[in-house]
């Protein structure tokens, strides 16, 4: 009988530590654990209220951005993508960036895939005042969602702002 109760606990230890990056009201738009066990979601409000990045530990949310869940923060964030459809003389290829300033450094979310190796990739570009970069690369098989949704929701304005990954 304990046994039972043990492994029934053991169960909800998964969902508690995730609840901290998604709220009842939320949704996620984008999530991958980093190769060092950290965690990046991107969520919003079911109702489109309010669209939030969210990284840190499994315990322990490190930075949420921006800090108030209102309208305005859809305002907040740069939306650009690229999809090439495959053919005779095209490998396939797709490339979603979403990216927003803090505190003066720059944060790019990026998808990728392209067909010529298969290759999928994700990850956060952090770029500081000087021009320094900072990679943090995802893990694809924790991959869920896709940046590529926040078109469906009407909300954010699609920005040439020069792809990257």
Not at 25 to 40: A, C, I, L, W, Y
Not at 68 to 89: I, L, P
Not at 96 to 101: A, E, G, M
Request: aromatic share 16%; glycine share 8%.
């Amino acid at each position: 009988m304990i046994r039972k109760y043990l492994f029934f606990f053991s169960l909800l230890i998964p969902i508690f530590s995730w609840a901290q990056y998604l709220l009842p009201n939320e949704e996620t738009v984008f999530s991958f654990k980093t190769n060092n066990g950290k965690t990046m979601a991107l969520v919003k409000d079911k109702k489109n209220e309010y669209i939030q990045y969210r990284f840190g530990s499994k315990d322990h949310v490190d930075m949420e951005f921006p800090m108030t869940r209102t309208k305005e923060s859809w305002k907040q964030f740069k939306y650009n993508s690229y999809f090439r459809g495959g053919g005779k003389q095209n490998a396939s290829m797709e490339v979603d960036n979403l990216s927003f300033t803090n505190n003066g450094y720059q944060y790019l979310l990026y998808r990728t895939y392209f067909a010529e190796n298969r290759n999928f990739a994700a990850g956060i570009i952090i770029t500081d005042s000087k021009g320094k970069k900072t990679r943090i690369s995802g893990n694809y098989k924790t991959v869920e969602g896709c940046i590529c949704n926040l078109e469906d929701t009407g909300m954010i304005q699609k920005e040439d702002t020069g792809l990257e990954f």
